[in-house]
């Protein structure tokens, strides 16, 4: 083990590739006897008519059934519990997208161990005591605002629980507090740079940001590119979700290059989405988590539906925890049409090398006489759209020609103005599909 002052937890980051495989083995194993006392795990081990006593080495957990979305839906609230109730102190509740919640719960040392992983996260990145930390993530039962929030603090960071939206004080706050760190979905920072430019605020003079952490919905290189050079930060990928805590699962370290999962605290595979078989280290697949040291709510193989892979090679950082690629997106964000199969951020790479296009965009899926089509629709920027109508059409043009060369399929796109297209509050939709309505 390496002994430096460069980590936050040098006993979990420090640690060789044989020790933390040693490890994981000694966790996995303390937590499927745990696992043994949730109702969920009962049956499914007892279906199965498989021991979680027979696992004996890392690969044995292969062996094991996945957990999905599904069972933590038909088991809510309590099927996944395996301490008394009296020893819960939180719970958070993932709204998804469509049909019923699932509930995850939270005893103290759980909480204790998700603060760790993002102290160390964002310690990773340069964070030090001293820094104010501006969280524009959404509080209560999303778990970017008091995960964030309680991470920062164990750090020793002035955290400013500013949450999302409220734009011009969010301002006011960076300017007040000398905000150097933000955390911020995408789609808000894009949001947020369209406030800026219609204030004349130039956050790069004005303001003393440094870092962002950004996450919790899919975005391209580009979007990171247009983020870093507007507000003049290092942009570094979180990822998390609420079944394994919230954020802190996976984080990019200062080479900015892959998101290092936390493998002391998570066991990872991917797999083939339809053979469910483990995909050689470099390929995208599903990414399969469990969790190593949970006590309130383990969970064994569970299926994310994130796309990603494993980067090969070794981390000029020198820590020995895998890195995760960029998420493509969910299972169930890919579309197909006219045969081809498609995920949203391929459209959203093409639309944010473009300068002219703004920060917005939203895919239309419609059906017209038995015909597939996907409308694109994007914003300009202000420049463009005063520009005749000769120069916006040879734009139409351009992304059209762009899109096709990367999706196969000529979309048809559409130009708007300026802060014409919808914008939420949370997650942005990018995708709406009309063709089964
Ligand atoms: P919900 O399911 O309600 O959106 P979560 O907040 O738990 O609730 O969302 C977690 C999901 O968000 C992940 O499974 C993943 O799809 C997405 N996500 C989180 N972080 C990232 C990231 N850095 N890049 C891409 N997608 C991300
Ligand atoms: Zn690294």
Request: net charge neutral.
């Amino acid at each position: 083990m390496k002994k430096t002052n460069q980590y936050w937890d040098a006993t979990a980051e420090a640690l060789s590739r044989p020790e933390l495989e040693a490890l994981q083995l000694a966790r996995m194993q303390s937590t499927l006897q745990q696992v043994s006392l949730s109702s969920l795990y009962q049956k499914k081990y007892s279906e199965a008519g498989i021991s979680p006593a027979s696992v004996t080495s890392l690969d044995d957990i292969r062996r094991l059934p996945f957990t999905t979305k599904q069972d933590l839906r038909e088991h809510y609230p309590y099927g996944l519990l395996c301490v008394s109730k009296d020893q819960l102190v939180r719970l958070h509740v993932s709204s998804g997208t469509t049909g019923q919640a699932i509930a995850v719960l939270y005893t103290r040392a759980d909480l204790e161990g998700w603060a760790d992983l993002l102290a160390r996260s964002m310690y990773m990145t340069g964070a030090r005591p001293g820094d104010t930390f501006q969280n524009l993530a959404g509080y209560g039962l999303f778990t970017g605002g008091l995960g964030f929030q309680y991470g920062a603090e164990r750090l020793g960071l002035l955290a400013i629980p500013s949450g999302s939206g409220n734009s011009k004080r969010q301002i006011q706050l960076m300017r007040d507090f000398s905000t150097s760190i933000i955390h911020i979905i995408p789609s808000y920072a894009l949001r947020l740079m369209d406030v800026m430019i219609e204030l004349s605020v130039d956050p790069k003079r004005e303001l003393q940001l440094q870092i962002g952490y950004l996450g919790a919905e899919p975005y391209s290189e580009e979007v990171r590119r247009r983020v870093e050079e507007f507000y003049g930060i290092r942009v570094f990928n979180s990822y998390g979700l609420s079944e394994m805590n919230g954020p802190g699962v996976a984080f990019e370290c200062s080479y900015q290059s892959g998101m290092h999962i936390w493998e002391d605290a998570y066991f990872v595979e991917i797999i083939d989405p339809d053979t469910l078989d483990p995909v050689p280290e470099g390929v995208f697949g599903e990414l399969v988590l469990s969790t190593l040291n949970r006590e309130g709510m383990p969970i064994i193989r569970y299926r994310t539906r994130d796309i990603t892979r494993i980067l090969p090679g070794e981390c000029p950082c020198g820590r020995a925890h895998k890195r995760l690629d960029r998420i493509q997106g969910r299972t169930d964000d890919m579309f197909i049409i006219k045969g081809v199969n498609i995920f949203p951020m391929q459209v959203e790479q093409v639309l944010m090398n473009i300068p002219e296009i703004g920060n917005n965009y939203v895919i239309h899926l419609e059906r017209r006489n038995n015909i597939d089509d996907m409308i694109v629709r994007v914003e300009v920027t202000d420049k463009i759209f005063v520009e005749d109508m000769r120069h916006l059409h040879r734009l139409q043009k351009k992304i059209t020609r762009d899109l096709r060369g990367e999706l196969q399929i000529t979309p048809c796109v559409e130009l708007v103005e300026p802060n014409a297209l919808p914008r939420s509050e949370g997650k942005a939709t990018r995708l709406i599909d009309r063709r089964h309505l």
